[in-house]
T-cell receptor
Framework: EAQVTQNPRYLITVTGKKLTVTCSQNMNHEYMSWYRQDPGLGLRQIYYSMNVEVTDKGDVPEGYKVSRKEKRNFPLILESPSPNQTSLYFC????????????FGSGTRLTVV | RKEVEQDPGPFNVPEGATVAFNCTYSNSASQSFFWYRQDCRKEPKLLMSVYSSGNEDGRFTAQLNRASQYISLLIRDSKLSDSATYLCAVVRSKIIFGSGTRLSIRP
């Protein structure tokens, strides 16, 4: 089944404890992206990647890192999480220039206390 | 000004009604356009792509107006199950989403 898999679905952590949210897709998509969604603010792009080893900042990259060593994986790393990073996170992937739209993972609800 | 703007709603309409949303974008170089549907606390799911000539999928019709820089979504004969948030997405060098329009269909 074609899908974007995010893990974990839910995570509660403490301030400053490094964490990684994984994202994997099995559709050979070149484009992958991370978003956070907060009430009243919609989907805001954190980082995106047009292909392996190519990553770019989105609108809200501060406090996040990403890597794209393989086409299928695009992990989101929070080196030192803070409470303002409490949010719902989505990973998405697609073929950027084919007009097919983009597939989202099921989301990761992160709480930083 | 946001690059992609939507009326947040909520739109509260009776079952069977026709409802329309607009989404405006500011960058004329935008290349592709989409409508997504998002249910509460779930991931956005692609509803339909938006083509220059307009396109229809059952009760849903999407249109693009490049001159005025907006896309629209029309839902005919609305059902209770259409209640959701509808997000527009605009693609140029990256994908930008609107904040979404909440739709609530009442019996």
């Amino acid at each position: 089944e074609a899908q974007v898999t995010q893990n974990p679905r839910y995570l509660i952590t403490v301030t400053g404890k490094k964490l990684t949210v994984t994202c994997s897709q099995n559709m050979n998509h070149e484009y992958m992206s991370w978003y956070r969604q907060d009430p009243g603010l919609g989907l805001r792009q954190i980082y995106y990647s047009m292909n392996v080893e190519v990553t770019d900042k989105g609108d809200v990259p501060e406090g996040y890192k990403v890597s794209r060593k393989e086409k299928r994986n695009f992990p989101l790393i929070l080196e030192s999480p803070s409470p303002n990073q409490t949010s719902l996170y989505f990973c998405a992937s697609g073929f950027f220039d084919r007009g097919d739209g983009y597939t989202f993972g099921s989301g990761t609800r992160l709480t930083v206390v | 000004r946001k690059e992609v703007e939507q009326d947040p709603g909520p739109f509260n309409v009776p079952e069977g009604a026709t409802v329309a949303f607009n989404c405006t974008y500011s960058n004329s170089a935008s290349q592709s356009f989409f409508w997504y549907r998002q249910d509460c606390r779930k991931e956005p799911k692609l509803l339909m792509s938006v083509y220059s000539s307009g396109n229809e999928d059952g009760r849903f019709t999407a249109q693009l107006n490049r001159a005025s820089q907006y896309i629209s979504l029309l839902i005919r004969d609305s059902k209770l199950s259409d209640s959701a948030t509808y997000l527009c997405a605009v693609v140029r060098s990256k994908i930008i989403f609107g904040s979404g329009t909440r739709l609530s269909i009442r019996p």
